[in-house]
């Protein structure tokens, strides 16, 4: 009934932007992603009979109330369900970088709840399965259960049986670099998912950008095929800029981005003008993911690091999906 697991965030190239279900959370689109080694969140569930509610640590303060604790019960909920008991959990999560400061930290967090809980549930799932049940959770988690290059799928079926993602190349196809710029400290104003419904109902420019992902996934997963690493930046950064495109036509208005971002933006356009093989993406917050080739990134990291406004680096590479590992106690 107890069970660890590991898993890495990971960054939309092109990104999931809006739901075409709240309560089974489908996303309206597909996306597509690269899983991070270098971050991650462990997660430690372990059903007890004798407890009489849920008792959820994030980074070691509990999580008493609030929607956190909501998301985390919430989905407990699920695999208890799907096991056939009612038994309530002691969850203990851990974050190796800021948690909720745009760097996708529910992603790793509920994929690497899934594989926990579905693990101490004693539920032996597939990894689609898997990837399906940490969808509740989070769209983007849903992708973390996957390594490499990842591709979710938004499905068509209204029970979201086939909304998950699959891994179109492994982490060792094409070894990229990700240097994540953070330029603010603390949480967010607007989470991505209060950010991506209000979108939706209020910005007459969201179905346009919904009718532009099918084609920026088929292009972009030719570029990974391929390794061309211009295409691919080129596709993300449109992917990335019409998403905020979206965001910023909302009413009112959610602008993510604070002066620190804008600089990089225009730093990282100049670098490439000038021979640097880069690009960014830019996520439900003022941080800056820049890509590029490993043997540019030394390059890259000081010509981000003389931005002003820029606090830290934080650089990663491709890496595995979700795995259960030995917990604490060696089990
Ligand atoms: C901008 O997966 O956090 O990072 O499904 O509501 O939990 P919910 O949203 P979430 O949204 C991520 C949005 C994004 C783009 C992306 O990761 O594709």
Redesign the pocket.
């Known amino acids: 009934m107890e069970a660890t697991a590991v898993a890495h965030p990971?960054?939309?190239l092109?990104?999931?932007?809006g739901?075409r279900d709240q309560k089974l959370?489908l996303?309206a689109a597909g996306?597509l992603?690269v899983t991070l080694a270098g971050l991650s969140t462990t997660t430690q569930v372990q059903f007890d009979e004798h407890l009489t509610e849920d008792r959820v640590t994030l980074d070691g303060e509990p999580l008493e109330t609030g929607r956190s604790r909501r998301r985390v019960v919430d989905f407990l909920d699920l695999v208890r369900h799907a096991a056939g008991f009612r038994y309530k959990a002691h969850v203990e999560t851990k974050n190796d970088f800021p948690t909720a400061a745009?760097l996708?930290s529910?992603?790793s967090g509920?994929a690497a709840l899934a594989v926990a809980a579905a693990s101490a549930a004693g539920l032996d799932w597939s990894r689609r399965r898997l990837s399906v049940l940490a969808?509740r959770?989070?769209?983007?988690?849903a992708?973390s259960l996957f390594g490499g290059y990842v591709e979710?799928k938004p499905g068509t079926r209204s029970d979201g049986s086939d909304a998950h993602a699959i891994a179109i190349a492994t982490e060792d196809h094409w070894d990229l670099r990700c240097l994540i710029a953070l330029t603010a400290r603390g949480k967010k104003e607007t989470?991505?998912?209060r950010?991506?419904?209000h979108t939706q109902e209020s910005s007459p420019l969201f179905e346009s950008w919904r009718q532009t992902v099918p084609g920026d996934i088929e292009e972009a997963r030719h570029c990974i095929d391929d390794r061309n690493f211009e295409g691919l930046g080129s596709i993300a950064e449109r992917s990335c800029l019409r998403?905020h495109a979206t965001a910023i036509g909302a009413d009112p208005g959610i602008l993510y981005w604070n002066a620190a971002t804008v600089a990089l933006i225009h730093r990282i356009r100049r670098a490439r003008a000038d021979g640097l093989n880069c690009f960014f993406t830019i996520?439900?917050g003022p941080h800056v993911k820049a890509f590029c080739l490993p043997e540019q990134a030394t390059d890259l990291r000081s010509l981000l690091t003389s931005v002003d406004g820029v606090e830290n680096i934080i650089s990663a590479r491709p890496g595995g999906g979700a795995h259960c590992t030995p917990g604490p106690t060696g089990q």
Request: glycine content about 14%; cysteine-free; hydrophobic content about 40%.
């Open positions: 990971n960054i939309a092109v990104k999931y932007w739901k959370n996303p996306s992603s745009g996708a529910s992603a509920f969808r959770g989070s769209g983007s988690a992708r979710m989470g991505s998912t950010g991506m419904l998403m996520d439900a």
